[in-house]
């Protein structure tokens, strides 16, 4: 069998999460907020908030981005299903963005023919959530430049 991914887990990780289980917090305990501190500080951000799962991260992103009816999110069509749930759960219309067959990310000729598109039907999406399939990542320089080009 090929394994989909590996973990990365040593000692010191199987302790903190030992330590936390036999702690009186499973849940908002002050392990959280040092947590968030960290993580704040990894990424240069002035916040960060924990969330129970990927799939809450990625909904709480689409509520900071204020995403909602009328507006439209575009996704791979190789991905958890989270990755378009975020937006129905905000009330947004899904569409998805075909992929590279050699990579499977989404394909850049793809998602500049859809914007020209979308632009011509006055249907730009909001929200573009980039899938990196099995952790290789999308051409984001590519992606990042047709999102200015197109707002």
């Known amino acids: 069998m090929i394994p989909y991914g590996r973990q990365d887990i040593n000692?010191?990780?199987?302790?903190?999460?030992?330590?936390?289980?036999?702690?009186?917090?499973?849940?908002?305990?002050p392990k959280v907020p040092l947590f968030e501190e960290l993580v704040a500080?990894?990424?240069?951000?002035?916040?960060s908030y924990a969330v129970n799962s990927a799939t809450s991260a990625l909904h709480v992103a689409c509520l900071a981005l204020d995403l909602g009816e009328c507006d439209y999110l575009w996704t791979s069509p190789i991905t958890f299903v989270a990755s378009a749930n975020c937006g129905l759960y905000c009330g947004a219309d899904i569409d998805f963005v075909d992929i590279d067959a050699k990579t499977h990310n989404i394909c850049t000729a793809a998602l500049e023919a859809k914007l020209?598109?979308?632009?011509?039907?006055?249907?730009?999406?909001?929200?573009?959530?980039?899938?990196h399939m099995s952790g290789q990542s999308a051409d984001m320089p590519a992606i990042k430049s047709l999102s200015e080009r197109f707002g």
Do not use: R, W
């Not at 999460?17 to 499973?26: A, I």
């Open 41 to 47: 500080k990894k990424v240069g951000a002035k916040y």
């Open 11 to 29: 000692q010191a990780d199987i302790d903190a999460v030992v330590e936390v289980l036999q702690s009186d917090f499973l849940t908002q305990g």
């Open 116 to 131: 020209l598109q979308a632009q011509i039907d006055n249907k730009l999406p909001k929200v573009l959530v980039v899938v």
